[in-house]
């Protein structure tokens, strides 16, 4: 079973790469319902080709599980395409019942407009509970879906200055 998304973010794809390879991103991204452990998310401000496992709890209260997030990024297989891909599992809690967790995020420019990204995002699991959880999973998408069109916007990594007048006069 899978859900997925496929958006148009108003950021470039440069600056949508980093936001996915941040810890931070990741951790705005599904608060303040999922909260993923600060202390463990990424030890730096980008997430290298690792593996990390990290305490998830629902709104910082009831503990939901591990998860392990073992990620490798792909930067040069489909030209103009950067890909994460996400292979870890949820070791401990309720979605460890699954199987076979692979979650898949790539980055491009939009046809229309380099400076404009597409975005898509699939998530595949298997298991003798993938069937009840398809519906929360798929509402969860839906809300990250609109959690990332909120946020893309900030992403800007080299936010353009509004110039002030020349006050100053010889």
């Given at each position: 079973?899978?859900?997925?998304?496929?958006?148009?973010?108003?950021?470039?794809?440069?600056?949508?790469?980093?936001?996915?390879?941040?810890p931070s991103v990741m951790r705005e991204l599904y608060a303040p319902f999922l909260n993923v452990n600060a202390a463990r998310a990424g030890s730096g401000t980008l997430w290298q080709n690792t593996a990390d496992e990290i305490p998830l709890t629902l709104a910082g209260l009831v503990p939901l599980g591990r998860q392990l997030i073992e990620l490798d990024y792909d930067e040069t297989s489909h030209p103009g395409v950067k890909i994460l891909r996400d292979t870890g599992s949820p070791l401990t809690g309720p979605l460890s019942a699954l199987r076979g967790w692979n979650h898949r995020m790539a980055v491009s420019p939009t046809a229309d407009d380099p400076g404009r990204t597409l975005f898509r995002d699939r998530l595949s699991f298997h298991g003798t509970a993938a069937g009840a959880y398809w519906y929360p999973l798929w509402v969860m998408w839906q809300w990250r879906g609109s959690r990332l069109r909120?946020?893309?916007?900030?992403?800007a990594f080299d936010p353009e200055l509004q110039h002030e007048p020349d006050t100053q006069h010889p």
């Open positions: 079973m899978y859900v997925q998304l496929k958006l148009v973010l108003d950021t470039d794809p440069s600056a949508a790469w980093r936001a996915l390879r941040s909120d946020m893309a916007p900030s992403w």
